[in-house]
């Protein structure tokens, strides 16, 4: 199993390729194996991204069938459906690589803000579940002078809520927080820009 780092270079790799319209010869291959697959898993990397249908996180890592462990709720949010699914993977698989990824121009953030401003109009109670959980993240920004830019305030609010979701992965779980400190576990936030497509992590 590659360590955290190994499977960061290699996400880190994948996306190079994505960026300048390259596919592995390895990762086009992979659906050969999918017999195989069918014995277990062994993914690298755990993805805990948004759901929106422009970032497929094996697409934007050119990753193939087993490689990550994907997880995709409106908004990358944490809750704990989401924190169980990280603690299965790492136990279940040994994965020492989590990722929290992020996009711009997030919906879920973009929400979050007009219902912080009240120019959002009602919405589902379900959905009010996804605004409550990101709102915490991004509210103090809004009484900031990035409110004078929404551009920058947008930018901003999508790292935030990267950010306190990985800070609950590390410390809202006692699973993880002790896989982090003795088995080389390491939780990392990212963001994918959808014009460029390159993944910038952050809090490495």
Not at 26 to 33: H, K
Not at 126 to 155: C, F, Q, W
Request: charged residues 25%; contains cysteine.
């Amino acid at each position: 199993m590659k360590s955290a780092q190994e499977s960061l270079d290699h996400l880190k790799e994948g996306n190079r390729r994505f960026v300048n319209h390259l596919r592995s010869a390895e990762v086009m291959m992979s659906q050969l194996r999918r017999g195989e697959l069918v014995k277990g898993q062994k993914p690298f990397a755990i993805i805990l991204g948004c759901s929106d249908s422009r970032v497929p996180a094996e697409i934007v890592f050119d990753q193939g069938l087993g490689d990550l462990f994907v997880i995709r709720v409106a908004g990358n949010i944490v809750a704990p459906s989401q924190v169980g699914s990280v603690e299965f993977a790492a136990e279940a698989f040994g994965t020492r690589l989590v990722v929290v990824m992020g996009h711009t121009l997030c919906s879920a953030i973009d929400i979050t803000l007009n219902v912080i401003d009240n120019s959002q109009a009602p919405i589902s109670p379900n959905l009010h579940s996804i605004v409550d959980r990101v709102r915490p993240a991004i509210e103090g920004l809004v009484h900031t002078e990035l409110a004078k830019d929404r551009t920058r305030l947008m930018r901003e609010a999508v790292r935030a809520n990267v950010r306190a979701a990985v800070n609950h992965l590390k410390h809202g779980s006692r699973i993880l927080e002790r896989m982090v400190y003795e088995d080389g576990l390491r939780v990392v936030g990212a963001e994918y820009n959808l014009e460029s497509g390159e993944v910038d992590f952050f809090q490495l």
